[in-house]
């Protein structure tokens, strides 16, 4: 069973602070993605990888930067905070080309005050 | 508007009885995955199936792709209480961008 963790699992931020979400994956996959979720909506892409050192803008990129340092992490930045940035965050990750199962991490609540 | 939707937003049955959930897009596709998601966990996948496939089946679950009608559905049989969840229709255009639906809510009653 693919293994996926975030942290931290919840968190409150104020409104033009700085949010760094985090994400690991110790199953050697390829591709990761951040997605958020709105209540009672379903998941948006963000931003995603497909290698280390590269990311790609998902459909809602803005205000949201990502990192992905090494093939285990990929981290998720909000450098200025927003209220509308409130909603539940998503890592996941896949295998590779070939491979469409994502095995998501279990979120990030954020709230911003 | 939605490249993915359910068409339901909740549906409640009694456990034992079957169930089906109902998924709508407006894109060409490579393959439509079929995700559950319980109260406070991240999805889980339950079914992937193809575009050049009509049928999967996996256990209790039974997945159907129409691409003509661009219609797909997730049946549920013997259900239980623990298939209480959100159950979420995505989508891959063939470029790995998953767009997802805004999910059913199901609840199954004892």
Redesign the interface.
Known sequence: EAA?TQSPRSKVAVTGGKVTLSCHQTNNHD?M?W?RQDT??????IH?S?VADSTEK??IPDGYKASRPSQENFSLILELASLSQTAVY?C?S?PGLGE???Y????TRLLVL | SQLAEENSWALSVHEGESVTVNCSYKTSITALQWYRQKSGKGPAQLILIRSNEREKRNGRLRATLDTSSQSSSLSITATRCEDTAVYFCATDPGNYKYVFGAGTRLKVIA
């Open positions: 996926v591709y993605y997605y009672g909506h379903g998941l948006r892409l995603y497909y998902g459909d998503f996941a896949r469409d199962t994502q998501f991490g279990p979120g």
